[in-house]
């Protein structure tokens, strides 16, 4: 059987599945291909929440989470669902990067201010601060699980085909506007084939290019439960203190944000084991679950650091933590998002849409 569109997607977490609902308001036809079921647990994109994070310094990454806020609003107007919780979020920690974000944010006109440690503790109790805070009210978390499934409705009523437990076998080249994509039971025939495949994209395109290194790794963020339910939470960013050696049991700067019903998120940043994606065994890695019960013991005096419950994710990480988005041929890549991608998707997907569509990606984010 051979089925011709315009465009294939591999890779229906949330990146291809926002690249399957730009292309479709392109007015193109396209296919997702998932190699698992539609809400699987496997690689990166499930889950309830993600932090929606505006802390950037770089003007490339401003301005993708800039339009990612507005097709967010926009995407929750469409389909009457609540994306974004804007709680806000805290940065601490390093003070010195801070400032840097903060003159950006002030170029561009993104709101955030300075505030004590004993502003922000008095006014989160549940947190501990022993450093100037940086507070950008108008971020705060994304419900994840939520907006998986927002994007998929509005791609399929613009008519886009979602094809779970489809693995691809094979993606042949024929040339610059024409590849082949092949399942078990179909074969697509498209100008174009956007690869969103996460911890598996070199798997699928090996054979066909050579990308910079993506390293893969099995993350494990815990749910912590709060002591008091009254206690309100930010989302946060948390980097260890160069000037401090309390930090030194640290794996990594903390990232985190409260979930309803599951409690407060905290996690290490892409520290985890590297693993195979499809030989994992999910299981927290021991040491580093117990460093971080100490940090959550240490830092949050609203939580209990013996009550948390292990989360088991993928990282697909660039050394420089810079996304890859570009295209090579007729094959456009998205990749390496190392785990601070989510909140951008419904930008990413418009970028791939546009590498799809022959414009180029911004340079930061070339191969």
């Not at 479709?24 to 998932?34: P, R, W």
């Not at 690689?43 to 770089?58: D, M, P, Q, V």
């Not at 042949?172 to 082949?180: A, F, L, N, P």
Request: charged fraction near 20%; glycine fraction near 10%.
């Amino acid at each position: 059987m051979v089925t011709q569109v315009d465009v294939v997607v591999v890779g229906g977490g949330v990146m291809g599945s926002a690249a399957a609902r730009a292309v479709a308001q392109s007015g193109k036809s396209v296919a997702l291909l998932e190699q698992f079921a539609a809400g699987h647990q496997l690689g990166a994109s499930h889950g309830t929440t993600r932090n929606f994070n505006t802390a950037y310094r770089e003007p490339e990454y401003l301005a993708l989470v800039t339009e990612a806020r507005a097709l967010w609003d926009g995407l929750s107007h469409e389909t009457g669902t609540q994306l974004l919780d804007l709680v806000g979020l805290v940065n601490h920690g390093n003070v010195e990067p801070l400032l840097g974000i903060k003159q950006s944010h002030e170029s561009l006109g993104i709101d955030s201010e300075f505030l004590s440690a004993e502003q922000a503790s008095e006014r989160w109790a549940g947190m501990t601060f022993r450093s100037d805070v940086l507070f950008v009210p108008e971020s705060g978390r994304v419900r994840a699980a939520e907006a998986l499934a927002a994007l998929r409705t509005s791609a399929e009523t613009g008519g886009a085909q979602f094809h779970y437990e489809s693995p691809v076998r094979d993606i042949i080249v024929h040339g610059d506007h024409s590849v082949r994509v092949i399942t078990d039971t179909t074969e697509f025939l498209a100008e174009r084939v956007i690869v969103t495949a996460g911890a598996w994209t070199h798997k699928v395109l090996s054979q066909l290019m050579e990308l910079p290194p993506l390293v893969v790794t099995q993350e494990q963020p815990a749910h912590f439960q709060p002591l008091d339910a009254s206690v309100d939470w930010p989302s946060f960013n948390h980097s260890p203190d160069p000037r401090s050696t309390a930090d030194d049991y640290w794996y990594s700067p903390t990232y985190g944000m409260f979930t309803p019903g599951e409690g407060v998120k905290i996690g290490w940043h892409g520290v985890g084991p590297v693993v195979d994606p499809d030989s994992r065994d999910f299981l927290p890695e021991a040491v580093q679950l117990a460093a971080l019960q100490r940090y959550a013991n240490e830092w949050f005096p609203g939580l209990d650091a013996t009550a948390c419950e292990p989360i088991s994710c993928t990282y697909t990480s660039t050394e420089s933590e810079n996304f890859i988005l570009d295209r090579f041929g007729p094959v456009v890549v998205g990749a390496g998002f190392s785990g601070h991608g989510y909140k951008f998707a419904p930008a990413i997907g418009r970028v791939l849409a546009d590498l799809a569509d022959g414009k180029p990606a911004p340079a930061l984010f070339r191969a």
